[in-house]
């Protein structure tokens, strides 16, 4: 054979081959479409880590199962993160980095003011971005049109703390609010709303701690005296969990309604026998859920992860943001962020693993308060479900 016969040769084994990698593509139904990248700026050290990686520990979880089954619009979710160090000044600008490497949507850590920086990032850049906050600036108004908080939101949430107390016939509340940040504030200042408007009245008595003091005891004296029937905390651990332990070793066994960021039950056990306490969550993580698939949820992350999981309320919530992004998306038939944003704005009573969600229920909002809560009863240091509950009525607020 000469050389130009192996020429020609050559030629055709190529196109050949050229045909069946091709040929090959379209049988596999394999596509070169690029993935849906979600960008975490997220706490993955300090002290709102916890909170954060396992909120992301969810998202990963819901991202694993949509992509085996293909993908969203045919395309792979891939997630990425940056770690904020639990600094408020960093999470806009962790934002900012992910949306340089590609972020399509922004995920930012569970606080309004913690997070708020990498909402607002995406926000400016006209992107998707998703929440949990107990504040409602938290929204479409507070931060923007393509931001979406699937939290209740704490109206929703002090709401449903006086509502509970309330049908539990106690009349004479006080309210212990952390000044950390303006989650506390809001939740107290809203269960004193709901409370007047329920009995005409104010609440017992009120006072402020900070979740890093170490001693809350001139806070207990004062409540001694108030006297009351039902004590509310509006904090989180690890100050909050420190407040009741000391409540409860100064002799006082009042009844305590605290607020949803008492999540997870690991902090039950730093207290002896921890009993009539009570917590309005959206979820259990010890296989006691009244949602069946919320405890299937709990058996995979431990395979996921190889341990169980701290919280409830976050992972659980990791998984929902990723489960309404995609449904967004499914729903509006692409990626861009204005027609996904409108298409999650309909949602109605959307079957997330958190629960049932909605946005529709108030328009330009972009908080999903009407969710019930789900409340659990502390007893001899065990965490029960007993009721699912729906304020009947929210204080109105601006989202």
């Known amino acids: 054979m000469n ?23 379209a049988t596999t139904g394999k596509t070169a479409a690029p993935p849906i990248i979600v960008g975490y700026s997220i706490a993955k050290t300090g002290g709102f880590s916890t909170y954060d990686l396992e909120l992301e520990t969810g998202g990963k979880i819901a991202a694993a199962a949509i992509n085996a089954k293909g ?12 770690d904020t160090t639990s600094q408020l000044a960093q999470s806009g600008p962790c934002a900012q980095q992910l949306i340089g490497k590609g972020a399509q949507v922004i995920i930012g850590t569970s606080d309004y003011d913690f997070g708020g920086g990498a909402d607002r990032a995406a926000a ?57 940040n303006s989650y506390p504030k809001t939740v107290s200042t809203n269960f004193a709303i709901r409370w007047k408007e329920l009995t005409g009245k104010g609440v017992a008595g009120q006072d402020l701690f900070l979740n890093s003091d170490p001693s809350i005891a001139t806070q207990i004296s004062r409540l001694r005296a108030a006297n009351p029937d039902v004590i509310l905390i509006a904090s989180f651990p690890p100050g909050g969990a420190s ?48 949602s069946p698939a919320v ?33 967004g998306m499914e729903d509006a038939k692409s990626t861009d962020p204005k027609k996904v944003a409108a298409a999650i704005e309909n949602l109605h009573n959307f079957p997330a693993l958190i629960g049932p969600t909605s946005y ?23 965490e029960k479900f007993i009721e699912t509950l729906l304020p009947k009525s929210v204080p109105p607020f601006s989202c």
């Not at 196109?15 to 990698?21: E, N, P, R, T």
């Open 3 to 25: 050389k130009r016969q192996w020429i020609v040769r050559l030629a055709v084994l190529g196109a050949v081959l050229v045909g069946a990698v091709a040929a090959s593509a």
């Open 71 to 82: 993908g969203v619009l045919g395309r792979q979710i891939k997630i990425i993160d940056c």
């Open 124 to 180: 400016a850049k006209g992107l998707l971005a998703f929440g949990m906050a107990g504040d409602p600036r938290l929204g479409y108004h507070g931060v923007g049109p393509t931001v979406f908080n699937l939290y209740q939101g704490s109206n929703a949430e002090g709401a449903v703390a006086a509502e509970f107390a309330y049908n539990k016939g106690w009349r004479k509340p006080y309210m212990l609010t952390d000044t950390i």
């Open 243 to 290: 407040a009741i332990k000391q409540i409860r070793a100064a002799g006082i066994n009042t009844p305590i309604v605290t607020d949803e960021a008492f999540d997870g039950s690991s902090w039950i056990s730093a207290i002896p026998n921890l009993s009539n306490v009570y917590i309005p969550n959206l979820a259990s993580g010890d296989g006691n859920d009244p």
């Open 295 to 327: 405890n299937k949820f709990f058996v995979d992350y431990k395979k996921f992860t190889g341990q169980k999981a701290v919280l409830a309320a976050y992972p659980v919530m990791g998984y929902s943001q990723i489960q309404v992004m995609a449904k």
């Open 360 to 382: 529709d229920w108030k328009k330009d909002c972009n908080v999903a308060a009407d969710r019930p809560f789900v409340v659990f009863q502390v007893t001899n240091g065990k």
